[in-house]
């Protein structure tokens, strides 16, 4: 089946640095991509929906500036966190819609993420 | 935009008994419910689901009920097994090529020998 893959699983940053999150389907093409956030144990919050060839669209509440997405062909949605700060480190999960599985929605295996 | 509400966040239950989750939404325009299954630090596993066009949905121990009038739907575990402990959540959204998903806030199932 559908495959979606996020890289690195975890990476530990000094503060005020950025680290990149990449999320790719790897036998499918995704148009949209979508990235969540998800803290010790709370709920995963969706945080922006990544469109292929163009901007990205941020929830309420989430910096655009301080998560950057860019999502430049339709197999590669990356996520980098910009000026990371102790509170960005979390869990960050990517998904992406398979129309080729009847639409089923495939997760990417996660990256945590530790701000130190 | 969608919320979804999910009690109770914690449920003890012995081997073998059933449990019941619960989960209501908002936005009677969404259409797709799915149910996972979350490991720690695990990606979420999709264990049922069901869509606006059914009212319910079975899989051997699993099934979800939906009632849209509602707005709320509901997986039964029965038979419970240890290996059934873990964090379940319910979400709502659209099906389609590009289905975002509002979470529940999650269900910490504990099930005892």
């Known amino acids: 089946g559908a495959v979606v893959s996020q890289h690195p699983s975890w990476v530990i940053c000094k503060s005020g640095t950025s680290v990149k999150i990449e999320c790719r389907s790897l036998d499918f093409q995704a148009t949209t991509m979508f990235w969540y956030r998800q803290f010790p144990k709370q709920s995963l919050m969706l945080m922006a929906t990544s469109n292929e060839g163009s901007k990205a669209t941020y929830e309420q509440g989430v910096e655009k500036d301080k998560f950057l997405i860019n999502h430049a062909s339709l197999t590669l949605s990356t996520l980098t966190v910009t000026s990371a700060h102790p509170e960005d480190s979390s869990f960050y999960i990517c998904?992406?819609?398979?129309?080729?599985?009847?639409?089923?929605?495939?997760f990417g295996e996660g990256s945590w993420l530790t701000v130190v | 935009g969608e919320n979804v509400e999910q009690h109770p966040s914690t449920l003890s239950v012995q081997e073998g008994d059933s449990a019941v989750i619960k989960c209501t939404y908002s936005?009677?325009?969404?259409?797709?419910f799915p149910w996972y299954k979350q490991e720690l630090g695990k990606r979420p596993q999709l264990i049922i689901d069901?869509?606006?066009?059914?009212g319910e949905k079975k899989d051997q121990r699993i099934a979800v009920t939906l009632n849209k009038t509602a707005k709320h739907f509901s997986l039964h575990i029965t038979e419970t097994q240890p290996e059934d402990s873990a964090v379940y959540f319910c979400a709502a959204g659209f099906s389609g090529t590009a289905s975002k998903l509002t979470f529940g806030t999650g269900t910490r199932l504990q099930v005892t020998l």
């Open positions: 936005d009677s325009a969404s259409n797709y």
């Open positions: 998904s992406a819609t398979a129309s080729s599985s009847g639409n089923t929605i495939y």
């Open positions: 069901i869509r606006s066009n059914v």
